[in-house]
Structure formats: structure tokens, C-alpha cells
């Protein structure tokens, strides 16, 4: 996202991983209220399920900086397109006016190379008592051909990602999910080396690994897994 052209395509890839998707977004839902602001959104995919699923939403705006990505949105929403409004810019471009109740950033911030800077400007929008919700790809030392391929800068620590966020946001959570799914990313840095998977290795994975994944993560407490979910408020 440090150019107006998303360099990867795995959003198309990675849409039909329904299971992971109802996943992570289960353990964000509550917090998701009022009006929204994503950040990054694709193809729309991940607004769509933000719509479906949660009742308490007066609007989302959704930033997409690559044209031809923003221009699917729309046609990709099922739900009530009346709530939405895209905007094919970056979060810079947004008026210093404009206040949300959720800011949302769905494997995103790992695209962006001064990450900091742009959770300051994200601080900028949250109106009080806002939530800054974010989910990230966990772990450097597990960065893969396939990180370097859709361009990620990096993966996070629990460190990592908290250096990255303004003081004035307090932390309301702070975990790892799929934990399974980590050792699948294991398999691939050091076996399969693949710079992207297959749609049937992502329909095996959202299948097998994600429904195993929701009970070990309970049994390790989330201590560990492949993603990384962060939720902050501004008090």
C-alpha cells in the first residue's frame, strides 16, 4: 500500500476461506459499532462480512488505494450497499474531520512501511471512546516467499505490533489465532517454499486446519498461532 498499485493478488485466492474469515471476525464482532472505517478494503470481501454479521453499524467507509480493487467493492457486497461508501484513496487523503466509532485494519498494516505513522493518522479519526481493531500476519521468523510475493514489509510480535500503536490508545486485547495454522506456515517457509498456494491448498486449510485451530487455540490459551489480533480504545 505504499503504492496506489496492490502488488499482490492473493485477496482473490484467499475469499473462499469462509471458516477463517468467520473466525477472526467472531472475535472482533463486539467491538465493531456505529460507524465504521476500513482501511485497506480489497475487493470488499471483509466489508461484506462486517454487514452480514454485525447489527450495530450506521456506516462504513472503505479505503482502497488501488483503483481497480476499489472499483469490485461494491459488486462484491450482498448486504445493504446503501451503508457503504468507497473511497479510492489513502487514510492521508481523508479530512482531519471526519471521526469513526471502529477503525479497522484487516492484514494490512504489514503492507504499509511506516506503520506508526499511519496508526497516527488512524488515531487522528477515532472519535472517544473509539476502537482500533487490528489483525496482522504473527511472527517474522516466519516471513516466506509468500510475504516478499504481496508485499509485506513485515510480520508481528505482541512487541512488535504494541511499539507500533499511539500511547494514547489503551489496549482493550491482545492475541494470536490459529494456532494449527501456524505449523502450516512452517511447513511452507521451510518444505514448500511456495510464493502463493493453491485454491485447493486454502480450501484444505479453511476445511481441516481452521475448525481444529478454534479448539487448540482455546487450549493454548492463544498464546501463539499464525495471526495476530490487536484492539485498542481511545480514551
Known amino acids: 500500500m505504499g503504492d496506489s498499485k496492490y502488488v499482490g493478488n ?15 471476525h467472531k472475535s472482533i464482532s463486539k467491538f465493531i459499532s456505529g460507524d465504521i472505517l476500513e482501511v485497506g478494503a480489497g475487493i470488499g470481501v471483509n466489508t461484506n462480512l462486517i454487514l452480514e454479521n454485525d447489527a450495530d453499524i450506521r456506516s462504513i467507509t472503505s479505503i482502497e488505494p488501488d483503483e481497480a480493487l476499489a472499483d469490485q467493492i461494491l459488486n462484491n457486497l450482498k448486504e445493504d450497499k446503501s451503508k457503504v461508501t468507497v473511497l479510492n484513496q489513502f487514510l492521508k487523503d481523508l479530512p ?65 505490533l504494541i511499539h507500533a500503536i499511539p500511547d494514547e490508545l489503551s489496549m482493550l486485547k491482545l492475541f494470536y489465532l490459529d494456532s494449527l495454522g501456524l505449523c502450516a506456515s512452517l511447513v511452507n517457509k521451510f518444505f514448500l517454499k511456495q510464493s502463493y498456494p493453491t485454491r485447493s491448498q486454502i480450501l484444505k486449510y479453511d476445511k481441516l486446519i481452521v475448525p481444529i485451530s478454534k479448539i487448540t487455540d482455546k487450549v493454548v490459551l492463544n498464546s501463539f498461532g499464525k495471526s495476530l489480533i490487536g484492539i485498542w480504545i481511545n480514551n
Not at 14 to 21: G, T
Request: without cysteine; glycine residues 4%.
Open 10 to 24: 492473493e485477496l482473490s485466492i484467499f475469499k473462499d476461506a469462509v471458516n477463517w474469515k468467520k473466525y477472526w
Open 96 to 160: 482531519n474531520d471526519k471521526k469513526f466509532d471502529t477503525i479497522i485494519y484487516i492484514d494490512v498494516i504489514e503492507h504499509i512501511k511506516n506503520d506508526s505513522e499511519e496508526l497516527t493518522k488512524a488515531k487522528m479519526h477515532l472519535k472517544e471512546g473509539g476502537r482500533l481493531i487490528i489483525l496482522v500476519p504473527a511472527y517474522n521468523f516466519l516471513f516466506s516467499p509468500f510475504d516478499d510475493a504481496v508485499g509485506h514489509y513485515r510480520r508481528y510480535n505482541k512487541k512488535l
